[in-house]
């Protein structure tokens, strides 16, 4: 990152972490890039896209959810995929 980080970053603070990821956005860097670069794990990067595009798009609601609320349709998303998966392993389990 140009102009806000180099490769000896220790501490990933929330300005560093958005400014490597409009350069991903933007098309500069790419996550396997950063990975490399900055020893972090894929994953976590695109964690960070990831929640930077949720962040995006409430912020960009004509009314935005708090952070208590997005965290709350977050679980009750992970909550329903996790009975699914359940209800799949238990009728597999039985066959």
Known sequence: ???TMDDSIKRWTAKRKTALVIEIIQ???TVSEAS???DL??????????D??????????ANPLDIREQ???QLRDLQEAYG????EV????RS
């Open 71 to 73: 965290y709350e349709k």
């Open 1 to 3: 990152m140009s102009m």
């Open 36 to 38: 490399r670069s900055f």
């Open 90 to 93: 238990r009728a597999r389990v």
């Open 27 to 29: 098309g500069k860097r």
């Open 52 to 61: 930077a595009k949720r962040g995006m798009e409430n912020s960009l609601r």
């Open 41 to 50: 794990a894929p994953s976590e990067i695109e964690g960070w896209v990831e």
């Open 84 to 87: 699914e998966a359940m209800l």
